[in-house]
């Protein structure tokens, strides 16, 4: 009867994780259970910086090669798609207690800012991590003034 109850004693650092897998459990079709801006296991995990020079995309795509994914831009929108493949392992010769690794088609999308230069854009893949450079225009690049004396 009392079988799904969660005991109440977790630790510090346990009682995030335990809370994230309680409001998954209540809600799943929320699909997000935390604090960040997409759903929990989306993939591919993406940060976004900005620099005086440039915005800076990282795409983590651990697993993959640079010929399984698609960068492309249009109207100051990003979108990374392509495909994992599932693990060579014929389906019938295992049992899987845990699947959480994804497989299939994916696909993300995020705008950007105004004011980058798109035509000068490049994309580099380097040990599981795309980066997508997205230089600024010149004129808004931020530039020293020189006082000079009068």
Same mark, same amino acid.
């Given at each position: 009867m009392f079988g799904d109850l969660r005991r109440f004693d977790t630790g510090r650092t346990q009682?995030?994780?335990?809370f994230r897998q309680l409001m998954?459990?209540? $809600?799943?079709?929320?699909g997000a259970a935390d604090i960040r801006s997409v759903p929990h296991g989306s993939f591919p995990m993406i940060n976004v910086g900005r620099t005086d020079d440039? +915005?800076?995309?990282? +795409?983590f795509a651990?697993? $993959? /090669?640079?010929?399984?994914l698609e960068v492309s831009l249009q109207d100051?929108? $990003?979108t990374v798609s392509g495909?994992?493949? +599932?693990?060579?392992?014929?389906?019938?010769?295992?049992? &899987?207690?845990?699947?959480?690794?994804?497989?299939?088609?994916? /696909?993300?999308?995020l705008a950007l800012p105004d004011g $980058? &230069?798109?035509?000068r854009a490049e994309a580099r893949f380097r040990d599981g991590v795309c980066e997508v450079?997205?230089?600024?225009?010149e004129e808004l690049k931020p530039r020293r003034i020189e006082i000079q004396a009068a």
């Open positions: 009682g995030r994780d335990w998954d459990e209540m $809600l799943p079709e929320a440039a +915005v800076r995309v990282y +795409v651990a697993g $993959l /090669s640079a010929e399984d100051n929108v $990003l495909r994992r493949e +599932v693990a060579a392992a014929p389906e019938a010769a295992r049992t &899987d207690f845990r699947r959480e690794r994804f497989h299939g088609e994916f /696909s993300r999308t $980058l &230069d798109v035509e450079v997205l230089p600024k225009r």
